[in-house]
């Protein structure tokens, strides 16, 4: 069965430390890839995705992720953190079978302390 | 420009009740969604559309309705509410015409059913 792994509930990271959020797939073919974001309260947002080309996609608030097709991982990263980063992080992908059916991680919540 | 406008935003529901979410988009995307959230569980499509007058079931669709008269509007159906059906229910649009399609999400609607 095609999934994705998020595989921490909650990440703990100190503000102005660089931040990692990982994500694992487990899809045929060449997914495509994405990073949303939940604030409380919240819809998510789209954050950045991965089609094809640079292995390193940078996206929006200075987040950026980086595809590793060998360990098939899609994690995300910021190299300084910020107290608003708080939030939920959702990795998702699309099976490139497919343009519109997504399949999502379970989410990892991410605290920035001060 | 409101994206993804969903109503209501919180609502009890008794066993058996009926009722709607509302689910308007005006970025004039062809395809919408809904989907529930439930913690720990990621989201989970209940249902979509390609197109107007076209819709089809995604993962979890037993219990729920939804209809497409128009590109805009997509509303969903709970018929004798249960109360698995608590969760987080999140409306959803893109754009699909070739690669990969980002999704605009709503700010959710919160059902409880008691």
């Known amino acids: 069965a095609q999934s994705v792994a998020q595989p921490e509930d909650q990440v703990n990271v100190a503000e102005g430390n660089p931040l990692t959020v990982k994500c694992t797939y487990s899809?045929?073919?060449?997914?495509?890839l994405f990073w949303y974001v939940q604030y409380p309260n919240r819809g998510l947002q789209f954050l950045l995705k991965y089609i094809t080309g640079d292995n390193l996609v940078k996206g929006s608030y200075g987040f950026e992720a980086e595809f590793n097709k060998s360990q098939t991982s899609f994690h995300l990263k910021k190299p300084s953190a910020l107290v608003s980063d708080s939030a939920l992080y959702f990795c998702?992908?699309?099976?490139?079978?497919?343009?519109?059916?997504?399949?999502f991680g379970t989410g990892t919540r991410l605290k920035v302390l001060a | 420009n409101a994206g993804v406008t969903q109503t209501p935003k919180f609502r009890i529901l008794k066993i058996g009740q009926s009722m709607t979410l509302q689910c308007t988009q005006d970025m004039n995307h062809n395809y919408m969604y809904w989907y529930r959230q439930d913690p720990g569980m990621g989201l989970k499509l209940i249902y979509y559309s390609v197109g107007a007058g076209i819709t089809d079931k995604g993962e979890v669709p037993n219990g729920y309705n939804v209809s497409r008269s128009t590109t805009e509007d997509f509303p969903l159906r709970l018929e004798l509410a249960a109360p698995s059906q608590t969760s987080v229910y999140f409306c959803?649009?893109?754009?699909?015409?070739?690669?990969?399609?980002?999704?605009?999400f709503g700010a959710g609607s919160r059902l409880t059913v008691l």
């Open positions: 998702a992908v699309i099976p490139a079978s497919g343009t519109y059916k997504y399949i």
């Open positions: 959803a649009s893109s754009y699909v015409s070739s690669g990969a399609n980002v999704l605009t």
């Open positions: 899809v045929s073919g060449n997914p495509y």
